[in-house]
């Protein structure tokens, strides 16, 4: 349980902010290639994802693109947020260490308290999982047990119990394979699920063959979804959920899902 006692429900925020994808972004990483993703189609759906979070009534800030950077459009890696404070990451993938240094000035517009991961451990924000009752941390390719270590140190002062899962093998991130639906409520990949750590949880298993749309996110009183996955689709809109689908297949090509592109707070 935390620590301290929440007003807010974790999926409520009033800001969020992300990044437009440069041109560079058809050089981003990725496990593997499926064709270089068409920009066009990129910006459009960038557009859509942004209008989707300020049609719930949030701030939104979009970033200029960082063609330096050319996974940067993927903001959720560089920092946590939380209500107290924000955390500047310390991206485990080399090519994006230098991400972190240029969301430090959007953050200070919001945050007063930034802390940062110092090293050397390393961890990314799609490693993370805000429940409400609990910082959930997966360690993966891109986070390590130092890096959780550290952000654990920091986030105990804020009030937050940390606590250190596993990222499936050959999964990108811990939120790949899972998201927040409510407080109480994990939307998960089978295997995920099955290493228990979202035991005490209520969770819905994403339907197999669909495990690509287990990286959604709650943003006030809509699910964000990508968009081509409709046996998820049903299962949340037959659970109540208020679901906005938005195209994400050229993301997709880039390992990116829908909560890369923001930071929420
Ligand atoms: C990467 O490999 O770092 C990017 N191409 C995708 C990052 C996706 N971020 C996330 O899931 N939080």
Redo the contacts with the bound molecule.
Sequence with gaps: MSLVERSEPSWQFTRAITRRPGQSAVQ???AVNTGAPDLAQMEADHAAYVALLRGTGAEVTVLDPLEEYP?AL?V??TALCLPEGAVLMRPG?PS?LGEVDHMAGPLSASYDRIARIEGPGFI???DILVTGREILVGLSARTDAAGAAELRDIVADWGHALRVVETPPGV??F??DSSLLDSGTILSTARLAASGCFDGYRVLIVPEGEEAAA?LIRFNEAVIMAAGFPRTEGLLRAEGFDVRVVNNSECAR????M??LSLRF
Excluded: I
């Excluded at 880039?254 to 899902?257: M, Q, R, W």
């Design positions: 981003g990483l990725r996974d993927f959720e890696d993938a994006r990314e924000g799609g990108l991130h939120k790949t990286n880039l390992d990116g899902g909560s890369c």
